[in-house]
């Protein structure tokens, strides 16, 4: 496939939304990256079950059809089963317990999707594509969209992977992915809105045969106004029986309407929104007086940062770049990426970082959804996410970005700085939008502190020898 060097115009303005609003976000990665080391075959058992809403009022949420306990249970071919021991996905996570007899029912209803970050939402609707495409047919039957690049990417080598043994056709829909003069045949497609829109209405992409279309990060997508539309307008290309799924881990309130309106009728897997925290994740806060104390603090904590792999956001672009250049000049081994990288250049960072090439990963919100890296237990806030006018806290960010540590059932800590009234604040708010608690650590004795977070980090590095899976240190 043709790789980009260059990202559209479309995917340009989505990343300056998304940084400029200091929200919302890309995320994820890894097209081609066959990477099972960092499978388990553990289970997500999350303390707090979904909430099941079926739009069909006569089903019964709590007969055994609504949930599985065992893959088997679902009939799928043998091809996939052997995807799911390639993967060493032994048992279903709790989500994927809920929505697969859903998404696998028939007729095939649409389904609103919510759970925890790191529990297994990729997996299950991918499971539900590769379950639902015709195999003896080459045309495009399955659409996946994706908020970035790297999260396209990154559910794409997931179809590959799962779908190895099938013989599933699939095809790579961001910029300059596809080849000059070629329709697609591919049977699968994951990609990012705006090239999709744009091989639709070139007629590269034919739709009449579409059965299916996902949207990952779904509250994302339908949030910000850019791919909002042209989420809609792909939609609307579509035929009008095809199964709509919507996958998030929030749906905050403003988006409900959205998500209704795309996906109709929807059955719906939903949390409280004070269920939303893993319990895996140790949040901790480091109260800095100013921005050099925070810079400071940075440094004091590089030592901790390298115990596994650790991912440092910050408001944008610049600042990314300027903390890249004063930690590298002080002697610090990091890497940076945002959305100014180019799409070779992002898949070659990001990489370098997921196959722990790399350690230290400083981004802005370009990463804080969907990455799936097990070997992150470590995210810094270095400047807590907003809205786009700078103050408000942006809750559902602060949560996907700490999100990408504590995955599947591992423990991880997140530390966000404070430096003035404002971010003190915004961290106060946060913990009251979640209902959770923020430890203080105090910077006092560099010493104490570290133990205290060592101490987390450490039970990740055993939880993760346990379980066979490198900690990548
Ligand atoms: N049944 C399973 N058995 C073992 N591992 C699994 C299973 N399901 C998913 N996983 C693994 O769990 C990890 C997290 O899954 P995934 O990325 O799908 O989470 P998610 O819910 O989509 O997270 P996010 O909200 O951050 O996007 C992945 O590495 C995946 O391979």
Redesign the pocket.
Same mark, same amino acid.
């Given at each position: 496939m043709a790789e980009s060097s260059k990202t559209s115009w479309a995917d340009d303005v989505q990343e300056q939304e998304q940084e400029q609003e200091a929200m919302a976000k890309q995320? @994820?990665q890894a097209a081609g990256v066959e990477d099972e080391s +960092?499978?388990? *075959? =553990?289970? #997500?058992t999350n303390e707090h079950d979904v909430k099941v809403t079926l739009a069909d009022q006569q089903a019964d949420p709590n007969s055994p059809l609504y949930s599985i306990k065992s &893959?088997q249970e679902l009939g799928l071919s043998e091809e996939l089963q052997k995807g799911?021991v390639l993967?060493? &996905? !032994?048992?279903? *996570?709790k989500? +994927?317990e809920r929505a697969l007899p859903l998404l696998l029912k028939d007729p095939p209803t649409n389904l609103i999707g919510q *759970? +925890? !970050? $790191? /529990? @297994?939402? /990729? %997996? %299950?609707f991918v499971l539900a594509m590769l379950t639902r495409v015709d195999l003896t047919k080459n045309t495009p039957q399955v659409l996946c969209l994706a908020p970035s690049r790297e999260?396209a990417r990154?559910i794409l080598a #997931?179809v590959n992977n799962m779908g190895s043994f099938t013989g599933v056709k699939t095809q790579f829909a961001v910029p300059l992915a596809i080849e000059k003069g070629k329709i697609i045949d591919a049977q699968i497609v994951v990609g990012t809105p705006g090239t999709v829109l744009d091989c639709i209405k070139r007629r590269v992409l034919p739709t009449k045969d579409m059965i299916m279309i996902c949207l990952? =990060?779904a509250d994302n997508m339908l949030d910000q106004q850019g791919l909002g539309d042209q989420c809609f307008r792909v939609k609307n290309m579509m035929p009008k029986t095809v199964q709509v799924l919507l996958? *998030? %881990?929030t749906f905050p309130q403003k988006v409900i309407e959205y998500a209704d309106k795309f996906a109709p009728t929807a059955n719906k897997l939903t949390l409280k929104q004070e269920e939303l925290t893993v319990e895996g994740i140790k949040q901790f806060y480091m109260d800095c007086n100013s921005d050099d104390e925070k810079y400071q603090t940075i440094l004091n904590l590089y030592e901790l940062m390298t115990i596994g792999q650790s991912v440092i956001f910050v408001r944008r672009r610049e600042n990314a770049n300027e903390l890249h250049k004063r930690m590298a000049e002080d002697g610090h081994t990091v890497s940076s990426l945002h959305g100014a990288f180019e799409g070779t250049e992002r898949d070659r960072i990001i990489d370098d970082f997921r196959f722990g090439r790399s350690k230290v990963l400083i981004t802005t919100n370009v990463i804080a959804? @969907?990455?799936?890296i %097990?070997s992150v237990n470590l995210v810094v806030n270095y400047d807590l996410p907003t809205l786009a006018d700078g103050r408000t806290p942006d809750f559902e960010t602060y949560l996907?970005r700490i $999100?990408?540590t504590g995955?599947?059932g591992r423990v991880g800590a997140s530390v966000s700085f404070v430096q003035d009234q404002l971010s003190w604040q915004q961290m106060d708010a946060i913990q009251r939008h979640f209902n959770c608690v923020m430890t203080r650590v105090d910077t006092s004795d560099w010493t104490i502190a570290r133990k205290q977070i060592k101490a987390v980090l450490k039970s990740n590095a055993s939880q993760e020898q346990f379980m066979g899976v490198g900690a990548g240190n």
């Open positions: 995320a @994820g +960092q499978k388990h *075959s =553990e289970l #997500v &893959f799911l993967m060493r &996905f !032994s048992r279903p *996570s989500i +994927q *759970s +925890q !970050s $790191g /529990t @297994g939402k /990729t %997996a %299950a999260l990154q #997931v990952d =990060e996958f *998030s %881990a959804r @969907g990455i799936d %097990a996907h $999100g990408r995955r599947f």
